[in-house]
């Protein structure tokens, strides 16, 4: 469903709020564009509204009001299922605590990405080991999680998340459970995969994290600001 060269991503006057006595503005009005290739990064504090942006561009979530294109398709209008597909096919999710199945290879882990699309079976596993040798674990790739170490497993979990080759990459504070060293190897890994033409959207508190971005917007009680617009 790929329209045309436009943006990745354009959200226009979005904003949730979370029912409640009182309600929570937690995303005041946004207008936000994200063109092909970008890597931006979405830097604030805890509580500023990063997760819930996330969940609204990853379609975990709807906007309260407002009209979000991915791809030039106006997806907030989309049936679930139609969404759901959209999620499965376009996106690739990278969060904090890695979601692997401990008891699954790290083969299994990124085959099982391609169970709800039309990947033939018998591609499944090349295509699962090509996604491993991307992120630097083919020496790894029929071990389990639970032997990994936190980097490994993050690195699995991108390779899971690349599998079905997104037009997206929607990463939730990925390195946030690793150690300064291992966050580096897998922030040089985005690194990379932008260089290859990848989109990515990184959310995070840690400003040096952000700093390896091409663009820097910063989210605060809701309301996202450009850096380096408004000095
Ligand atoms: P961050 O990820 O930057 O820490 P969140 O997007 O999780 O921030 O939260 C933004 C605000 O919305 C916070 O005030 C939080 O308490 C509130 N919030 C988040 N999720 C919900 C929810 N499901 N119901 C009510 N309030 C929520
Ligand atoms: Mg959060």
Do not use: W
């Not at 699954?104 to 039309?118: C, G, H, K, P, Q």
């Not at 991307?134 to 071990?143: C, I, S």
């Amino acid at each position: 469903m790929t329209a045309d060269a436009g943006p990745v991503i354009a959200l226009r006057g979005v904003r949730r709020t979370y029912p409640g006595t009182p309600p929570v503005h937690a995303l005041h009005a946004t207008d936000l564009s994200v063109g092909a290739g970008e890597y931006v990064a979405i830097v604030g504090p805890s509580g500023s509204g990063k997760s819930t942006l996330l969940h609204l561009l990853g379609l975990l979530d709807a906007p309260t009001e407002g009209v979000y294109e991915l791809n030039g398709v106006d997806v907030a209008a989309l049936p679930d299922a139609d969404r759901t597909t959209v999620r499965g096919t376009a996106l690739g999710f990278v969060f904090q605590s890695f979601h692997l199945l401990g008891h699954r290879t790290a083969t299994e882990n990124v085959e099982l990405a391609m169970l709800y699309n039309r990947t033939p079976r018998a591609q499944r596993r090349t295509r699962a080991r090509e996604a491993l040798d991307r992120v630097g674990l083919a020496h790894r790739r029929d071990a389990l999680p639970t032997t990994m170490s936190g980097g490994e497993r993050q690195r699995v979990a991108i390779a899971r998340a690349l599998v079905n080759r997104p037009s997206l990459l929607l990463c939730d504070e990925p390195t946030g459970n690793l150690d300064t060293v291992t966050s580096g190897t897998v922030l040089d890994l985005f690194g990379g995969l932008h260089s290859d033409g990848l989109t990515i959207v990184l959310i995070t508190h840690d400003h040096a994290v952000a700093a390896r971005a091409g663009r820097v917007v910063e989210i605060s009680d809701g309301t996202l600001r450009e850096r380096g617009l408004h000095a």
